[in-house]
């Protein structure tokens, strides 16, 4: 046996081929899930995360359980400090986590000490050969070097490189892919093979441990999805460093973007990755958007207001996806995590969308509104927008933008206004909002809880409070938008979560085979 074959032979059970692979009825999930077997009736929601060693990228620390951080790279000239600094801040706007910018030669290197001044997130140094570059790179201050050590030629100059990074405290990622594979690996396995990918990394990863080198991130990015995953399992077996999470060259934006979701989702529900990148040929802004989205999505991340909306059907009776759309809009830049629901009609709305936090659910010419699967009014649907946007407000504890037409009514925060506030009115002349959130006034209410998860109050003076999914109160609302449900085709009497609710219509015909009974 060589030694690649050793490595894989005790890392791998990866049948190698379908006469090896086990009888489909014994298979045990386990191997591939963690927690599933077969017939049984318990499930694990949340993804157990592989136990990987934890490094430092600057403030941001990754593996060990630590959050997923979303990561992107620039496509500015590194050497045009001005430009390259002012597409970081947009990428730091829009919640990337950690930066990387490439460094073609000696100029750029001596640029990354000013761009690593000017920005807030942890930079990276993306090098390839040159190992001067890297020791540069170092000297400036960068918080993390991606180069492949077996692409820096001579012993000495992996010294160098391995010796300055440890001196300066700073990791190295390892970053194979499909053009990165040695030439004996691409002859054995062909061009895209997973086990090529984990033995390549294994070896750059010894050769940094020759140097007594073990701050090490690593990633194996195929711009194949099944390669990627099965890359990332298998070295997964080899090695506990942490694993940066990506499938390369995935495209342009849109079919780019759900490659990356198809392929990062089904690593990262393994378990596997603790950053990821989506790699886009386009604004690298949306590729944070991308990342940052998948990670809600697998609930690996908990911010921002997530949209439950139904596909609509021939029961919806209002605009619902416009609606929708403008609620997800206005709130989009929320940090505090609360689920809404946006549902096309009352048959199934409630009961489908029993975890959001709050949400509507579309009647003929109106929106009954719901907060935690019960029905506490009816909204008419050309105020259902505004309601929920200043409801959510309210909840979250945060501001609506400058340029929603609510924020001449609601000021930033929502939830400062005092008594002391005059009365605001709309500008369609729609009554006072001041008791829009039903909430004791915080003058007239000392006694109140303190400020904290799951709490409503005002902001504090850094912005949203944390809020857990799910845990946001539904307090009874006296906002004067919102009606008893007396009149109209549909009518909702006790608890309507669609768990043992009543549901009474004056048309039969329009509910459910179970309502009519
Ligand atoms: S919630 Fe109502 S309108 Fe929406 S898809 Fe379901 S049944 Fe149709």
Redesign the pocket.
Known sequence: MTEDQTRLADSTNTPKNAADAPPADSLDLKEYTGKYRYGSASYQKTVERRKSRSIKIGPVLIGGGFPIAVQSMTTTDTRDVEATVRQIESLEAEGCEIVRVSVLNMDAAEKLGEIKKRINIPLVADIHFRYKLALEAIAQGVHKVRLNPGNIGARHKVEAVCSAAKDAGIPIRIGVNSGSLPRDLLIKYGHDDPEAFALAAMRQIEILEDHNFHNIAISVKSTNVNTSYYAYKILATMTDYPFHVGITEAGTSWPGSIKSAAGIGAILMQGLGDTIRVSLATDPVEEVKVGKRILRSLELKHEGVDIIA????G??QIDMIPLAEEVERRTAHFKSPLKAAV???V???PG?AMAADIGIAGGDGIGLLFKKGKVVGEVKEHELADLLVSEIAKMTGEAVAEDDPLYDILGAPPLTHTTDTPPLTDKSGAPPLTNITGAPRLTENPGAPPLGVGSVGPSSEKGARPLQAGSHPAPETKDPRIHKITSGKNRLEGNTSGRGGVLKSEHPDWLPDSAKK
Do not use: Q
Request: one cysteine or more; a neutral charge.
């Open positions: 139904c596909p609509t059907c029961r919806c549902m096309g009609c048959v199934n709305g489908e």
